[in-house]
């Protein structure tokens, strides 16, 4: 008997600790509902494609205020297209992101977003930008290290041709 309450005592702190997860990233969402749409992705953009995982986007400054809204906060198997209209996010299993060359302010790299922290300090290549009036960070983790530098110099300049 005391297995038995004690297995369904487990499953109601399992089981409550997940709803205030669920309570919490909806109340997220609800805050950060004014976010206007993302730009669309432009269609038959060529650009060179970096293979990886896009971590999340949070607010400029602060790696843990991941955003909620537009599926910005969910981590997904991607590739990163550096074109000259910008960069796309090409996202398994959410919606692509694409940010115009013209919004883009910096990159940098980085050892952690909300989501993930690498051991190297230089794991993940972060983009800011501006979106709708706010600055956004947005975290991109390349399947091979030795992609780190060329994409973040291909973002670099980038903006400096702008």
């Given amino acids: 008997m005391k297995a ?3 297995i369904i005592g487990t499953l109601l702190v399992i ?10 990233w909806r109340n997220r969402q609800h805050r950060q509902a004014d976010l206007a749409p993302l ?35 969910v981590r997904s198997t991607a590739d990163l297209a550096v074109s000259e209209a910008g960069l796309i996010f090409h996202r398994q299993g959410a919606a692509d992101v694409f940010i115009p060359a013209d919004r883009l ?8 977003i909300a989501g993930k922290v690498t051991a190297e300090a230089s794991g993940l290549v ?18 091979r290290k030795a992609d780190t530098a060329p994409l973040t110099d291909s973002i670099s300049t980038l903006i400096g041709a702008e």
């Fill in 4 to 6: 038995v309450l004690g």
């Fill in 15 to 24: 089981g409550a600790g997940w709803f205030g997860m669920y309570r919490g």
């Fill in 39 to 73: 730009p669309v992705v432009p269609e038959n953009v060529q650009g060179k494609s970096t293979e990886g995982v896009y971590v999340a986007t949070t607010t400029a400054g602060d790696w843990m205020d991941r955003i909620a809204v537009h599926e910005l906060g």
């Fill in 105 to 112: 302010t910096g990159v940098r790299t980085d050892r952690g």
């Fill in 126 to 143: 972060v983009v800011t930008w501006n979106h709708d009036g706010r600055e956004l960070d947005t975290g991109f983790r390349p399947r």
